[in-house]
């Protein structure tokens, strides 16, 4: 699938249908839904009907509270009304915020297999891959990885694991702003509350060489630095650029602002700074 070097990657109250039409406009490639949709993605059925060419895909369904039989179903039907632009993401969640959660790499193994026995293509879905192991069974089992929360550094060690022909579409945050105290204040509270409680995200920030002092309270302004981008335009296009750099097919750019009123204003800058 062609998902365009970049994307926008947003939760569902901010991917409104009217927006969904003017990212398509201003020519960005694909829409993540974010958070975790239900079995139905009635969603990314919203979005799909609302636009004509860009692609929306999902970023992710939780294996824990989606079943996998009912997702498949979905995909089927949203493949019949929108060929080919749908990209059906999935991944294991949180152990902190799924009670059952158990074993999430044979789950989330036994998961792929109901989609492969429902016919949902290999090549039409990709992982919530951030540790070694997960990324090598999105190499092998599905088109590529969805990797949220990381640095250029993790792609390029992405890249390494997945090889040269699986598609890699990292999340990136993004503020367009020049002032470090500023930007910090929009991106930090994104980043702490709740990443740096969860174990999947800290343990592989840790692979990545950051430290406790990093990863504690409100987390360090190096950490912050790397995870969200700030800038003005020319800044972030060279940043997110990086990723490409280092080996990522697409970066699904979360914008993040002060308020949900600036967003239109600041997708349409953004838009003029890396698709230009």
Do not use: C
């Amino acid at each position: 699938m062609n998902l365009g070097s970049y994307g926008v990657w947003g939760h569902s109250r901010a991917l409104t249908t009217q927006r969904a039409r003017e990212l398509e406009s201003l020519g960005f490639g694909t829409l993540w839904q974010g958070g975790s949709p239900e079995a139905g993605l009635q969603h990314a059925r919203d979005l799909l009907a609302a636009t004509s060419t860009v692609v929306v895909a999902t970023g992710i369904v939780n294996i824990w509270t989606a079943d996998a039989t009912a997702v498949a179903a979905s995909y089927h039907e949203i493949e019949a009304a929108h060929p080919g632009r749908f990209l059906l993401g999935v991944g294991v969640g949180h152990p902190e915020a799924t009670a059952e959660y158990r074993s999430p790499y044979q789950m989330l193994v036994d998961y792929l297999d109901v989609l492969d026995g429902e016919g949902v293509p290999a090549e039409r879905r990709v992982l919530a891959a951030l540790g070694p192991k997960v990324l090598r069974l999105a190499r092998d089992r599905s088109a590529g990885a969805h990797p949220y929360l990381v640095t250029p550094e993790h792609s390029r060690t992405a890249r390494e694991i997945l090889g040269p022909d699986r598609l890699l579409a990292p999340e990136q945050r993004v503020v367009l702003e020049a002032d470090p105290a500023a930007a910090r204040a929009i991106g930090r509270p994104t980043v702490v509350k709740p990443y740096l409680g969860l174990t999947n995200y800290t343990t592989n920030l840790r692979r990545l060489g950051y430290t406790d002092d990093d990863l504690s309270g409100e987390g360090s302004d190096h950490l912050i630095d790397d995870l969200v981008v700030y800038g003005d335009g020319a800044t972030v296009a060279r940043r997110l650029g990086e990723h490409l750099e280092a080996g990522a097919d697409h970066v699904a750019v979360q914008l993040l602002t002060n308020s949900d009123g600036e967003l239109d204003a600041q997708y349409r800058r953004l838009a003029e700074a890396i698709l230009a």
